[in-house]
């Protein structure tokens, strides 16, 4: 399983960017995702994840009410729609896939992971 993210770059607070992640997978709806996050200097943490459905989706509470989460099963790819966009949100963003049945908040649960891609937020 291969995952490709996009959609990154430099914004201005307030704000928005919608982040692509596309697998390379024929099976892409085994597989919960999630969106994971590392701003410098800190350790990578959790944002937004979904279940293989598409059904049910959980944020972080930094993302929650300004984040959303979906997919497409028919086009092997997550999304993350971001608005209202902070300074504080300035980070490499990460997908990651895992093969259990709903979205994790733990790292550890999630067995692939794309290459990153940065969002910068500027005040």
């Known amino acids: 399983v291969q995952l490709q993210a996009s959609g990154g770059g430099s914004v201005q607070a307030g704000g928005s960017l919608r982040l692509s992640c596309a697998a390379s997978?024929?099976?892409?709806?085994?597989?919960?995702m999630g969106w994971f996050r590392q701003a410098p200097g800190k350790e990578r943490e959790f944002v937004a994840a979904?279940?293989?459905?598409?059904?049910?989706?959980n944020y972080a509470g930094s993302a929650k009410g300004r984040f959303t989460i979906s997919r497409d099963n028919a086009k092997n790819t997550l999304y993350l729609q971001m608005n209202s966009l902070k300074p504080e949100d300035t980070a490499v963003y990460y997908c990651?896939?895992?093969?259990?049945?709903?979205?994790?908040?733990?790292?550890?649960?999630?067995?692939?992971w794309g290459q990153g891609t940065l969002v910068t937020v500027s005040s």
């Open positions: 990651a896939g895992s093969t259990e049945v709903l979205g994790s908040t733990i790292q550890g649960e999630y067995n692939y």
């Open positions: 997978v024929r099976t892409f709806s085994s597989f919960a």
């Open positions: 979904i279940s293989r459905s598409g059904r049910i989706s």
